[in-house]
């Protein structure tokens, strides 16, 4: 198995909106290093609302100081999304995944520069 085979990670959270500061809630779907959200778990094959880029992410940590479920957050060079779970444990799942998410493109480009160093057979 790969690494990022086992980046999967789907349900619930919490979003709060980047100019009205409400929180909705999306089904969202972690697939390797990208995170992609619905409106409804039903339509996954409609456009998706939303797409974060995690591999470009500087950081994903626990944000103890928003009041709010759960919550964590992703930063980017851009933006910082703050996502919020019903559980702690729900919250530190989604964590450990997105820090390993953050890890898969720079693990692959790593693997892959080396790729071409390796003696080819003749």
């Not at 930063?75 to 019903?86: E, F, G, I, P």
């Amino acid at each position: 198995m790969e690494f990022g085979d086992d980046l999967h990670e789907e349900g619930y959270l919490e979003k709060q909106g980047k100019l009205k500061f409400s929180w909705k809630k999306y089904w969202f779907v972690l697939r390797r290093d990208k995170l992609h959200y619905y409106k409804d778990p039903q339509n996954r094959n409609d456009a998706h609302a939303g797409l974060i880029d995690v591999c470009r992410a500087q950081s994903v940590r626990r944000c103890f100081q928003v009041h709010h479920g759960h919550a964590f957050e992703i930063v980017t060079k851009n933006r910082m999304h703050l996502l919020s779970a019903d559980t702690a444990k729900a919250c530190d799942v989604w964590v450990k995944k997105l820090q390993q998410a953050m890890q898969y493109e720079r693990r692959n480009s790593v693997r892959l520069s080396h790729a071409h160093l390796e003696p080819q057979p003749s």
